[in-house]
């Protein structure tokens, strides 16, 4: 049996192109993106149009069974988990009603795109709904198939990585699509 498992500290912003918000939010975790990018192995295909929803500490694997592995996953999804509470103690609340539109707005363009690909809009992802009035298409028009409707394919545009398209510095080395 495989087990395929994705980690992250999801950003708002894409950490490709948005150098300002990865050093804010990422450059301290490098470290601990890139200990368990050692520990477990990349999961095969990502997307293109799918990586700016990810930071370069994201953990995609793939691997056969064994408690090894999974021990390994459950120290990272703790260790990720830390990481979080402590951005979260070290936050302060932003003021500027500029930035609070954008946040929101990259906010609800994310739990858009979650709620399309995963189909679980009502569970995980209902502020797709409330955040915003924008819909998919609005956000991914790449998607939109003659009759108005959307493609339900799993990736209709750019390449996909079969290697981690990040350095251990956290700079995307892969192509932009």
Not at 16 to 30: F, I, M, S, V
Not at 103 to 130: C, I, M, P
Not at 141 to 168: A, C, F, H, L
Request: net charge negative; hydrophobic share 35%.
């Amino acid at each position: 049996m495989e087990v395929v498992q994705c980690r992250d500290l999801n950003p708002m912003y894409d950490t490709r192109t948005q150098q300002d918000y990865k050093e804010k939010y990422y450059l301290k975790l490098l470290p601990l993106g890139q200990k368990y990018a050692e520990l477990l192995p990349w999961g095969d295909k990502i997307t293109s149009e799918s990586l700016s929803f990810f930071s370069p500490i994201v953990i995609w694997t793939k691997f056969a069974t064994s408690q090894t592995k999974h021990d390994v996953l459950f120290s990272a999804f703790r260790d990720y988990f830390k990481a979080w509470l402590e951005l979260v103690d070290q936050a302060l609340p932003e003021t500027n009603s500029l930035q609070i539109l954008h946040n929101k707005e990259a906010q609800h363009r994310y739990l858009t795109w979650r709620a399309e690909k995963d189909l679980v809009r009502n569970f995980l992802f209902e502020g797709a709904d409330s955040l915003g009035t924008k819909t998919f298409l609005d956000y991914f028009p790449e998607y939109r198939r003659e009759d108005g409707s959307v493609n339900q394919k799993r990736s209709v545009i750019g390449k996909s990585y079969e290697t981690r398209p990040w350095n251990s510095n956290g700079e995307f080395i892969g192509e932009m699509s």
